[in-house]
């Protein structure tokens, strides 16, 4: 009986182990959910990430430069004026400079070219005494406008008298070989600076290139305000616009627009030629007021000189121009 009793308390055992064996293992299962820590912290790594993405945006800024350049178009219109030795030098003449004509012997050149003036170079105020200029008088377009006496004494015809021209295209082919500036004038600006008498003027033209002394002088239009010509593909997010007609220094270095309703100066950015445009991403409230910075620093107002039903091709003409 001893011995029976013996073997069912060992079987007893045996299958309790057994039974606390499996719990045993259960909990260490239990405890295996303490490593989820981990993908915790492995989630604030992306976070991390997609904080730096705004940075990794930062190319954007590249398209943030146009609005850069309008904004020194700023800084140069509240810059102090150039004094006038800056635009016209000491006033007298320079040599180094040659002349050409091209067109008819007795036209306007063309109609207006790299400038954009079109057909307003053969008429008043500019009435065809127009010329090309080269690169250095051009300026990128920014030279457009300003006015240049010229006299030429080279050549037995040239009366050594001078004449006022408008830079109003760019002059192609560059320098010839001597020059530091050449002049590709219309062939009747070309004739104004021959002897009076008949045949004169065509012999002048006939020279070749003509060896020439200019310098820089105001503009003058008498009873000629500024103008404003607004561009064929202008519309109500695009405004493009042609300024014409500057008394004294006759180009510009800067011009701003003032919206209806606002009291805000926006820079326009100089687009080609005598043309300034303003596409800032939304619908432009008009009339429009245009502010206008010589290349000498003068500043000249013209208030609603855009009306609010203003039409693409237009010219406008203001109540304006600089004394």
């Known amino acids: 009986m001893a011995a029976k009793l013996c073997t069912l308390l060992l079987a007893a055992g045996v299958v309790l182990s057994l039974l606390v064996s499996p719990i045993a293992c259960s909990t260490r299962k239990l405890s295996k959910p303490k490593p989820k820590t981990k993908p915790v912290s492995h989630r604030q790594a992306p976070a991390a990430r997609a904080i730096h993405k705004p940075a990794a945006a930062a190319p954007a800024v590249k398209g943030s430069h146009k609005p850069a350049t309008a904004a020194k178009s700023h800084t140069n219109h509240t810059a102090t004026p150039s004094s006038p030795s800056t635009v016209y030098g000491s006033g007298g003449w320079l040599s180094g400079a040659g002349a ?147 008394d004294d220094d006759g180009d510009l270095r800067a011009v701003d627009l003032m919206e209806a309703g606002s009291s805000v100066w926006t820079p326009m950015a100089h687009n080609w030629g005598a043309t300034w445009r303003l596409n800032n991403g939304r619908r432009l409230r008009a009339p429009f007021g245009l502010r206008l910075t010589s290349d000498s620093g003068r500043v000249l107002v013209a208030n609603n000189a855009i009306p609010a039903a203003w039409t693409p091709g237009k010219t406008y003409r203001s109540l304006v121009n600089y004394p």
């Open 100 to 246: 050409t004509y091209y067109g008819a012997p007795n036209g306007d050149g063309g109609e207006g070219g790299a400038c954009g003036y079109q057909t307003a170079v053969g008429k008043q105020p500019f009435d065809s005494m127009i010329a090309a200029g080269s690169a250095p008088l051009y300026r990128g377009g920014e030279g457009c406008g300003a006015c240049y006496e010229v006299k030429c004494t080279s050549n037995a015809a040239c009366s050594g008298q001078p004449v006022t021209i408008v830079i109003t295209d760019l002059s192609p082919g560059g320098l010839f070989p001597g020059e530091v500036a050449h002049f590709d004038m219309s062939g009747t600006a070309m004739g104004a600076m021959a002897k009076p008498g008949p045949g004169m003027a065509d012999k002048v033209r006939a020279g070749g290139v003509v060896r020439i002394q200019y310098r820089r002088v105001p503009c003058k239009y008498p009873g000629v305000n500024v103008a404003f010509k607004v561009d064929q593909g202008a519309n109500p997010f695009y405004f493009n616009v042609l300024i014409e007609f500057e």
